[in-house]
């Protein structure tokens, strides 16, 4: 079986080392790359099964790069894992919006960066197995285009808004707390703040109007999607 390509951005050594030396001891490929530009060049020489994303880089950052491969039609399906000093939650925010996949703040142990990764890869196996579209009256969503249309016109939504308008679609009527919501798109272990979920579902809501009504805030506990008004 041919071992994963993993691509690590990061532009201090020891972090480097540490990360390729345990993923080389895991079974894993590793390429890496010490800033925002070579690891756009290598993404191209060689698409990456994931990358390890460092989000303080010099010249282009790691959101920069982040947003830069989520546009690109041939890179949006590469699995993202930022790395992050600061752990402010605009950083993280900004990242899911974007659509990066998970994110581990420094100083970080090697078997959860490891345990992350390898949660990430086997879950693009289980997803590939579940694509069928989900089309309510006007509204039609298809994650095998990862396409969303509205009377036929194309809404575009990030790489993380389109897994949220999926998830909650696939299961109207039933309400999720926000931190149930994380759990269906990246595992029950994810650390995440309720505002990254608050602040993408606002950003939904925004580009489906005027069918925000769709998604419904239930107080106190999270959110859910009505298909009957």
Known sequence: MAKENILVVDDEEDVLELIRYNLDKNGYRVS????GEEALLRVRAELPDLIILDLMLPGIDGLEVCKKLKSNNKTQHI???MLTAKGEEVDIVTGLELGADDYVTKPFSPKVLIARLRRILHRG???SLEKAP???HEL???PSRRQVLIEDKHVDLTFTEFNILYALAKRPGLV???YQIVDMLHGDDYLVTDRAVDV???GLRKKLTPYSKYIETVRGVGYRFKDTF
């Open 176 to 178: 999720f707390t926000r």
């Open 79 to 81: 699995p993202i894992i």
């Open 140 to 142: 039609t969503i298809d």
């Open 32 to 35: 890496m790359a010490v800033t």
């Open 134 to 136: 989900v089309k309510i």
């Open 125 to 127: 196996v289980v997803s």
């Open 200 to 202: 993408q579902i606002v």
